[in-house]
Nanobody
Framework: QVHLVESGGGLVQDGESLRLSCLAS????????MGWYRQAPGKQRELVAS???????NYAEPVKGRFAISRDNAKNTVYLQMNSLNVEDTAVYYC?????????WGQGTQVTVSS
């Protein structure tokens, strides 16, 4: 079992930055892929960015050039640096970890961007 805890969300103004963190805990696991997803009100949950254990990174088009995902395998932590935030980035951000064929989700952290 993997337990994920996100932190770092909050309320910011348009153009500002936030850094999200997600700590994975448990025992006897090796996480293949860690990623960030988001879900805005009335919309489906969507991928923001993902990173494999080997460092391969994938970004959704709306965040390319503004967001950066990174990972500390020794700490089982994944980060999402979000720059140049805009109101369209407002959502609950969720961390996801893939361990073999199993997927685990965090509880989510709210990011609100005001204009």
């Amino acid at each position: 079992q993997v337990h994920l805890v996100e932190s770092g969300g909050g309320l910011v103004q348009d153009g500002e930055s936030l850094r999200l963190s997600c700590l994975a805990s448990g025992s006897g696991f090796s996480i293949n892929v860690m990623g960030w997803y988001r879900q805005a009100p009335g919309k489906q949950r969507e991928l923001v960015a993902s990173i494999t254990s080997g460092g391969y990174i994938n970004y959704a088009e709306p965040v390319k050039g503004r967001f950066a995902i990174s990972r500390d395998n020794a700490k089982n932590t994944v980060y999402l640096q979000m720059n140049s935030l805009n109101v369209e980035d407002t959502a609950v951000y969720y961390c996801k970890a893939s361990v073999g064929v199993q997927s685990y989700w965090g509880q989510g952290t709210q990011v609100t961007v005001s204009s």
